[in-house]
């Protein structure tokens, strides 16, 4: 299984970004999906996640401005990120439990600053 993240880039602050995490190779039906990030110099963040059933789960720092959604045709994961702050600036990388399975995708870098 490979995951390819993509979307990240240099936005302002108020602004927007959508990152998508395409998921390839034999994936199990009961999965779930999930953004983490990292700022330099601290740990790995789990931001959002969903599972193959589309229950979702938030960091409270993200809530009511990140949504996690995913396309089980595409085996994509995106998360919408709006209102985007100095403080999410970080690699973002997207996660895939599968089975007994864990894969991680490169991180795409988002870049919050006016």
């Known amino acids: 299984v490979q995951l390819q993240a993509s979307g990240g880039g240099l936005v302002q602050p108020g602004g927007s970004l959508r990152l998508s995490c395409a998921a390839s190779?034999?994936?199990?039906?009961?999965?779930?999906g999930a953004w983490f990030r990292q700022a330099p110099g601290k740990g790995r963040d789990l931001v959002a996640s969903?599972?193959?059933?589309?229950?979702?789960w938030y960091a409270d720092s993200v809530k009511g401005r990140f949504t996690i959604s995913r396309d089980n045709a595409k085996n994509t994961v995106y998360l919408q990120m709006n209102s985007l702050k100095p403080e999410d600036t970080a690699a973002y990388l997207c996660?895939?439990?599968?089975?007994?399975?864990?894969?991680w995708g490169r991180g795409t870098l988002v870049t919050v600053s006016s």
């Open positions: 969903i599972n193959s059933g589309g229950d979702t």
């Open positions: 190779g034999a994936i199990s039906r009961t999965n779930v």
């Open positions: 996660n895939l439990v599968s089975g007994s399975n864990i894969y």
